[in-house]
């Protein structure tokens, strides 16, 4: 726009240039005492609440401006204790592996700063009994169901399981109100069918459980499974002698409160359980039911235990089938898509979260899962090639 | 590292007047709005307008300014804002502007595919726990490598909605192409991206428009840190980071190695060079190897929900299938709660199965966890009755009787404000087992009996075939 | 007697079971504390408005004098008294345990209410000599035909919660005579326990103690508590946080040595200062435990109520939780204590406990009541001897004023002691950066206003010149779409 009085000429250009679309003028020459030409992009661009302050100046660099970048590394005080699960012939049992959790010296996967030395464990459920379970999980055990033992296998061979979770919920006195010597025998069982290291669960019930995994640990002798669990009012000292006295270790699970939870590991260690056999369940909250609780305990748990606090330097255990209490992860809808697909993913972004605040063992039920997991671990711990070339996202996507 | 911005040393670098052109009543509540970002410091016309106070406004800006710089994608009320983040971690105060998916619309498709595609993402939508969860911006992929194409695209797409756009090429170009639509250059939309190739030109249109830009440095926290720089050098404020995202094997420990350095750079070292949004692709999942859609998508869906977790301010999505969104936005919806802030639901009187006048009536709070746990734990078992839901302010059963805020003279109002008295023929009021202690006061005040029910919710059922019908007759 | 099946999970959370309460007429509980017992279910009550003369005390004696177990009736018991009435009655417990001594008296005493609460069949009000003890007919009727039964159960509820009384015996006195006697003595104990918790100071103690219990909130948060400073939820007292940590030495109370004293006034000492670090987890450095302004104290959310500086009086204000609406600040007590908790320190804010407000060292360091220049008139009502008597009238309420300006007024009207501060600070004037030549100043755009162009623009002005171009092209603007 040019700030200048118009003249004749002027308008007269700008008409016909109107009309013809353009003109152009050759050889011109234009004297003037003051001329001002003000530049602008004609762009609204005002919003409210953007920052809007210039640099007085602008630059234009011949070659990118020098930076440096150093790793923003930081040192930590402790280290979280390391669990083993199952013991080999060498060791007084029989399993083919032992599988070990914990060790953590730097926060989850921040592995420019550190390795943490274990894998992250992954347990598949087993149940004592047959029960209801969310169609897209039942559909891959329909053929185990009534058979602890053969459940446990095909957890283990097919769906590559590293431990087998064994959940006593016969035992419950409103289920079948099995007894724990009964209890005890399929235990046995599921340790004959697979190699793998175990886990096993009571039913819930406060007064009866301790009983339960007492007996448990007696027929498991020597074969390091987890006793799952213990809190601060069941009978904790029970299950702790039965630890001590077979060579297991304990699971401490508290509702969400990391006092609770410090308390009850403090309890534990006091009664004679040794740092190497503790393993802690903060609980897992359901995507979409909690999950963030769970993620922020977690993640104050682990930061706690790496600065330094010894009350919480122990393994996490998440039971990521927790997933399939949401609603979203099972029920039939049209407009949520199709629960095949649906519902697994529910669990394995639940475990996934976990994994990333801080969990070290998963109990979870759906096969997908256990892969997802493995893969997702495989590529955090820095395994494989990538022969991705992501680039040229933009035109590499169809 | 700045000093930390609190009540006393915001209200020092404000005119301290109490003049009350904020609209505040005077400079103390209005150094409280700042620092919990209802307000900014454009806000005090003083500061503005004042030559006097123009050093301390700008040393204000700089000390209340989050770690993060916070972006402003779009226009108008589909504004959206990403960044602004203050801490590393969640529980040390909150996440900030929840983390914005995009979802990418190819320039290779024809016109009607293009509008249906923009137009199903501006319809998903989800309720969960009171809120619509949605996705908020649409990502033009300049595909076909026809810059033509991609610009038509462009102009089509600004038409198509309202959400704030993302213009997805590496050649300047076609970017500036697509900008100078009509239509277009109005939205600001942000352009991806400048490279160590590019930059210049992309930096240059980037400021003309008053565009956000990302830049673009896969795997190379040393030349993106380089591009930021110059990019602000070149008057450019709204730049975002893109790391680059690699899906499996070594890279993809790399991926996530970066996107934690980059934040903590930012947030425990001060680094000023690096104090932008992160921007992360997961729709990469959907390149190379053979794969099905359904694995692509389920992979994307994971990863997407992975990258919540560590720092992402946005995402580029390429599904848009219901579930593979879906655990997306409820991931996104939970990491972005304030947890300081109680969680509510509704209350008021809510039916289990099909209860009718001798179902049993049992009470819970209204704090969002508590109501769905004891919610999911009554469905599942498929008991039948009726649940009073009291106003707690969101806080738990403990909390609340500590607090006082679960109390007698409130179950009484609830229980005339839901009228059940008019559903049920008795008056026997189930109560949490650890609100015993206000059985006689709730008694006193309702003229029901009250039943102290089990502690965990879980027991509901078991406690109900106990002893409900026995106490009923 | 009692063919109830008692559920040992229904007790405590605490509890070790090793008492059997099968062998009780009447159940106990936890879920029969909120349980009330009306006049048609009444079988008789102790104390209450119409008898005056009761009481409840609990006394710490040698373990040789306890005799462990024994429950005594002195005077009428339940089948002696007419259906429905009202009798004196004076509850006497004596305990004994190598670790107690009688500053825990109080703390153990508190209990009582509680754990007779939870008998089935028995209510219990208020404590000291205004206690009021109801039993019901029902559980007389099943076998609680006794005040022993009652002297046992709380036998038993001690022992299972507190491993730390190891001897304890129960006398119930009903006997009007005997009671009068014992109710003197329990008087001049009371007495003297007051006078004992009012005088002690933190220069009188070796041993702080810590609190932390609200840490699931506020993770770099540890209250440390002394014989001049309760915790900020108001709950715990020196005397509790001592008791508790010698009950329950894994709990969240624990002691803490006080270590040398760095400033006296401030209250800041190495030990507490080590404490707070290693608790916080380095977080926090220094804490002074009687000053708002330096390394205040931390709070995580529970407080009662808050302290706070009010910049245009040079004054602290206080603030409860259950004040409605904006102080004189403009603020309400949430808003300021959303930037008071968590665990972080803020100068200028403090959440504390009103009880602070009773201490003899109450922001001491700061001036103590003669910086106070606001606070809620039920506040002022509540903590009135504490204040000293030619402050009281000085310190506005919400009656008084409600801004700065009515504020600064008010105290100008009372020449209170912090208008002195102000001349000075009058005198030293506004604090304003110096002047700054505007071309080398920051642009600064104002929100609201639509900027046809941001990011740019320029004017280039030419003084009689002449330009000559080969060719000029003009173009009309093609409409766009």
């Known amino acids: 726009m040019v700030e200048h009085k118009r003249d004749d000429l002027t308008k007269a250009l700008l008409e016909l240039a109107e009309k013809l679309g353009q003109i152009e003028l050759e050889n011109v020459e234009v004297a003037v005492e003051e001329l001002t030409f003000h530049l602008q992009p004609a762009i609204a661009a005002a919003t409210r609440g953007r920052a809007a302050l210039l640099p007085p100046v602008e630059k234009v660099p011949d070659t990118l401006l020098e930076a440096e970048f150093s790793k923003p590394e930081e040192v930590y005080a402790g280290q979280v204790a390391e669990v083993v699960l199952g013991a080999t012939r060498a060791e007084g049992g029989t399993r083919s592996t032992e599988v070990r959790i914990g060790g953590a010296k730097v926060p989850p996967f921040y592995s420019f700063e550190g390795m943490n030395p274990n894998r992250p464990a992954v347990a598949m459920d087993v149940f004592d009994m047959p029960l209801t379970l969310p169609k897209m999980v039942r559909q891959h055990y329909e053929d185990v169901m009534d058979d602890p033992a053969a459940w446990a296998k095909k957890s283990a061979r097919e769906f590559n399981a590293d431990v087998i979770s064994f959940n006593l919920i016969s035992t419950d006195p409103g289920l079948k109100n099995t007894t724990p010597e009964d209890a005890a025998e399929l235990v046995r069982d599921v340790l004959k069918a697979v190699d793998l290291p175990v886990i096993v669960g009571g039913s819930g019930n406060k007064q009866k459980d301790p009983i339960v995994l007492e007996k448990a640990a007696e027929v498991a002798h020597g074969e390091r499974i987890l006793l799952n669990s213990v809190s601060t009012d069941t009978d904790y000292k029970r299950v702790v002698n039965a630890a001590l006295k077979h060579g297991h270790s304990v699971v401490a699970f508290t509702p969400m409160d990391i006092n609770n939870q410090k308390k009850l590991n403090r309890l534990l260690l006091d009664v004679g359980l040794p740092r190497d056999r503790l393993v802690i369940d903060p609980t897992t909250g359901a995507l979409g039911y909690g999950i963030e609780y769970s993620v922020s305990l977690l993640e104050r748990i682990r930061l706690a235990a790496l600065k330094g606090d010894p009350e919480l330097q122990m393994p996490i255990l998440s039971a990521a089938s927790n997933a399939w209490g949401a609603r979203e992860a099972w029920m039939k809808s049209e407009e949520l898509g199709p629960r095949e697909y649906r519902g697994p993913l529910w669990e394995s972004v639940t475990a996934l979260t976990m994994l990333m605040s801080g969990a070290d063992l998963f109990m979870v039920s759906h096969p997908a899962t256990v892969r997802v997991l493995k893969n997702v671990s495989d590529g955090l711990f820095g395994v494989g090639e990538t022969d991705q070339n992501i680039e040229n996202w933009i035109t590499a996507i169809e | 590292m700045t000093e930390k911005a609190t009540l006393l040393t915001v209200y020092r670098l404000l005119p301290q007047t109490n003049c009350g052109e904020c609209g505040e009543v005077n400079c103390m509540t209005f150094a409280s709005s700042l620092l919990e970002r209802k307000k900014t410091v454009k806000d005090c016309p003083p500061l503005v307008k004042d030559v006097k106070y123009r050093v301390q406004a700008v040393k204000l800006a700089e000390h209340i300014a989050p770690p993060v710089r916070e972006v402003v994608l779009g226009t108008g009320d589909r504004v959206v804002k990403i960044g602004g983040k203050q801490v590393m971690y969640r529980h040390d105060l909150t996440y900030h502007n929840p983390t914005a998916i995009a979802v990418d619309v190819s320039d290779r498709l024809g016109d009607q595919e293009i509008v249906d595609r923009v137009n199903r993402a501006e319809r998903f939508q989800f309720a969960h726990i009171g809120e619509v969860l949605r996705l908020d911006a649409i990502a033009v992929r300049a595909a076909s490598g026809d810059p033509q194409r991609f610009a038509q695209v462009a102009s089509l797409v600004a038409k198509a909605t309202s959400l704030p756009l993302v213009l997805c090429s590496l050649d300047p170009g076609a970017l500036r192409l697509a900008v100078e639509q009509k239509g277009v250059y109005e939205r600001r939309p942000m352009l991806y991206a400048a490279t160590d190739e590019n930059w210049k030109d992309v930096a240059a249109l980037a400021k003309q428009y008053s565009c956000p830009v990302v830049a673009f440095s896969p795997n190379d926290l040393a030349g993106l840190k380089a591009l930021a720089k110059t990019l602000k050098t070149m008057g450019n404020e709204e730049i975002v980071l893109d790391p680059g995202f690699w899906t499996s094997g070594k890279l993809l420990k790399s991926s996530i190695e970066n996107l934690e350095m980059l934040r903590r750079s930012a947030i425990h070292r001060g680094d000023k060079d690096l104090a932008y949004p992160i921007i992360a692709v997961p729709a990469v999942a959907w390149i190379g190897e053979s794969t099905e859609p359904t694995t692509s998508a389920y992979k994307e869906s994971y990863l997407a929900s992975l990258l919540l977790t560590r720092f992402a301010d946005m995402v580029i999505m390429h599904s848009l299938d219901f579930w593979a969104l879906l655990p997306v936005v409820t991931l996104r919806q939970g990491i972005y709660t304030d947890p300081r802030k109680p969680v509510a639901v509704e209350t008021g009187l809510k039916a289990f199965g099909n209860p009718n006048e001798s179902s049993p009536v049992l009470l819970t709070t209204n704090f969002a966890l508590t109501y769905y746990t004891v919610a999911n734990d009554v469905e599942a078992a498929g008991v039948t009755c009726h649940l009073l839901v009291l106003n707690t302010e969101g806080l738990a059963v403990e909390s609340s009787l500590a607090g006082g805020q679960f109390n007698a003279a409130g179950v009484r109002d609830l229980v005339k404000s839901t009228d059940v008295e008019s559903k049920t023929k008795h008056r026997k009021l189930v109560i949490p087992g650890m609100a015993a202690r206000l059985k006689g006061e709730i008694e006193d005040l309702t003229k029901w009996e009250v039943v102290v029910g089990p502690r965990d919710s879980s027991e509901i059922k078991g406690y109900l075939d106990k002893y409900w019908s026995a106490k009923v007759q | ?481």
């Open chain 3, 1 to 481: 007697m009692s063919e109830r099946k008692c559920d040992p999970a229904e007790l405590h959370s605490d509890v070790q079971l090793d008492l059997d309460q099968t062998k009780f007429p009447m159940d106990i509980g936890e879920m029969y504390e909120g349980e009330r017992i009306r006049r048609p279910d009444l079988y008789a009550e102790f104390g209450g408005v119409d008898i005056p003369k009761k009481f409840e005390l609990v006394l710490v004696k040698p373990l040789t004098e306890v005799q462990d177990g024994k429950v005594e009736v002195i005077g009428p018991d339940l089948p002696d008294l007419k259906v429905g009435g009202a009798y004196p009655l004076g509850i006497l417990i004596e305990v004994a345990g190598s670790k107690l001594d009688r500053d825990i008296e109080g703390v153990l005493e508190r209990r009582v209410h509680y754990f007779t609460n939870y008998i089935e069949g028995v209510m219990h009000v208020n404590q000291r000599t205004d206690v009021w003890v109801r039993v019901s007919k029902r559980s007389y009727e099943r076998g609680m035909n006794s005040l022993k039964w009652v002297g046992r159960a709380l036998i038993l509820l001690f022992k299972r919660s507190l491993p730390i009384v190891e001897k304890i015996q129960v006398t119930f006195l009903t006997d009007p005579t005997k009671l009068e006697e014992h109710l003197q003595e329990a008087v001049k104990v009371y007495n003297a326990r007051d006078e004992r918790a009012r005088g002690l100071t933190e220069e009188q103690v070796e041993d702080f103690y810590s609190c932390v219990l609200c840490q699931s909130f506020a993770p770099s948060h540890v209250c440390i508590i002394t014989p001049n400073r309760m915790g900020g939820c108001g709950s715990i007292s020196w005397f509790d946080a001592r008791a508790s940590s010698n009950v329950d030495p894994k709990g969240p109370n624990f002691p803490v040595k006080k270590g040398e004293c760095l400033d006296a006034i401030k209250g800041v000492y190495t030990g507490v200062n080590k404490i707070v670090q290693d608790r916080s987890l380095g977080a926090i450095q220094q804490i002074s435990l009687h000053s708002i302004f330096d390394h205040p104290h931390t709070s995580c959310g529970c407080f009662e109520s808050i302290a706070f500086y009010v910049p245009e009086a040079d004054g602290v204000a206080i603030v409860h939780r259950d004040f409605k609406g904006p102080t004189v600040n403009g603020l309400a007590f949430s808003a300021m204590a959303g930037h008071t908790s968590g665990g972080t320190q803020n100068e200028g804010f403090l959440g504390m406990a009103i009880e602070y407000l009773r201490s003899t060292k109450f922001i001491q360091a700061d001036g103590g009541w003669k910086r106070v220049v606001w606070m809620p008139q039920q506040i002022k009502d509540r903590v009135a001897e504490s204040i000293p008597s030619e402050m009281r009238d000085l310190i506005a309420t919400e009656n008084e004023a409600k801004t700065t300006s009515e504020l600064k007024e008010f105290l100008k009207s009372k020449s209170h002691p912090v208008i002195e501060k102000w001349k000075e600070l009058e005198k030293a004037g506004p604090e304003v950066e110096a002047e700054v030549p505007p071309e080398t100043l920051p642009t600064l755009i104002p929100a609201g206003i639509e900027i046809p162009a941001v990011g740019g623009g320029f004017r280039i002005i030419l003084k009689n010149a002449k330009i000559t171009a080969e060719r000029v092209i003009i173009r009309r603007e093609e409409s766009k779409r």
